[in-house]
């Protein structure tokens, strides 16, 4: 598992370290039950604290992403397809809903508004 942290990010390190772990599962690039590497051991590869590395999993088993059993280590959980939609299906509602806010407030029009998001859909393909 290749972890890269970015000092030009504007995100925080721990986010930066949940993200790409998260990706790495979603992706089954790691499986259900692999072993992460310790907390210590994940911070002396990456060159920062164990305070961040920590806050990293407490995110991802805050999440479900990761389980931890005392004493062995930080495991993946098993996903569930299902869950993992809706959870991204309700951030992109909360996303759509700041950027329709955001596009009364400057009188830009429904048909504007999704002219701009068939643009922006089809240059990500």
């Given at each position: 598992m290749?972890?890269?942290?970015?000092?030009?990010?504007?995100?925080?390190?721990?986010?930066?370290?949940?993200?790409?772990?998260?990706?790495?599962?979603?992706?089954?690039?790691?499986?259900?039950?692999?072993?992460?590497?310790?907390?210590?051991q994940l911070?002396?590869?990456?060159?920062?604290?164990?305070?961040?590395?920590?806050?990293?999993?407490?995110?991802?088993?805050?999440?479900?992403?990761?389980?931890?059993?005392?004493?062995?280590?930080?495991?993946?959980?098993?996903?569930?397809?299902?869950?993992?939609?809706?959870?991204?299906?309700?951030?992109?509602?909360?996303?759509?809903?700041?950027?329709?806010?955001?596009?009364?407030?400057?009188?830009?029009?429904?048909?504007?508004?999704?002219?701009?998001?068939?643009?922006?859909?089809?240059?990500?393909?």
């Open positions: 290749q972890i890269i942290i970015s000092n030009n990010s504007k995100d925080p390190i721990y986010e930066q370290i949940y993200i790409q772990i998260k990706k790495h599962i979603l992706t089954n690039e790691i499986q259900a039950g692999h072993s992460l590497p310790s907390m210590r911070a002396k590869d990456l060159d920062i604290s164990v305070i961040t590395t920590k806050r990293a999993y407490e995110e991802l088993e805050k999440n479900g992403f990761i389980y931890s059993i005392v004493g062995k280590g930080s495991f993946v959980s098993e996903q569930n397809n299902e869950m993992i939609k809706e959870r991204k299906m309700k951030v992109i509602e909360e996303q759509l809903l700041t950027a329709i806010q955001n596009s009364k407030e400057i009188g830009i029009d429904l048909t504007e508004l999704k002219e701009l998001l068939t643009m922006l859909y089809k240059e990500e393909d």
